[in-house]
């Protein structure tokens, strides 16, 4: 596991990881028995095991579908003392085609995790991302009021 000493180099860490599809570098900012609640695949996953199958299939999708993707966080706030970390903020991923870097979509998730400080490395033992639904269609809403593309 590679140890991140500051809350928000976790998010640092999941930027470039995503972008360089490298699920053990991204795995690694994960505490063993992270409890995630996702709006994207499967509902929950408990444990690394199972966080790394959707991850694996994540990044797989992307690589069969030559793309690319780049993370943004926004609107952060964290709120830690020496031991726990809580942190919200608005999450955009925008993928791109790898080939020629045009922009194909971007969504904007909502995202909260909770940390904790093991050995001096923080590690997320809880993650939720989820999106607005619009409650005339009941349909998730994919961007935070951009222009959605």
Known sequence: MLGVSNVVDVLENYKM???????EKFLSIY???VHIYDCWG????KGISLWRENVLNWFGSMEKDGEMLKV?????????????????CAVT?????RETEEKLRNITNR????????NESWFITHEHSS??????????????GGDGK
């Open 42 to 45: 499967k509902w929950e996953s």
């Open 111 to 118: 995202f909260t995790f909770g940390l904790k400080k093991i």
């Open 131 to 144: 999106l607005p639904i619009d409650m005339e269609t009941g349909k998730g809403m994919f961007d935070s």
């Open 72 to 88: 943004d966080f926004s609107d952060v706030t964290i709120e830690e003392n020496s031991i726990i970390a809580f942190g919200h």
């Open 93 to 97: 991923f925008t993928a791109y085609r």
């Open 17 to 23: 990881a995503v972008y360089e599809k490298d699920v």
């Open 31 to 33: 505490d063993r028995e």
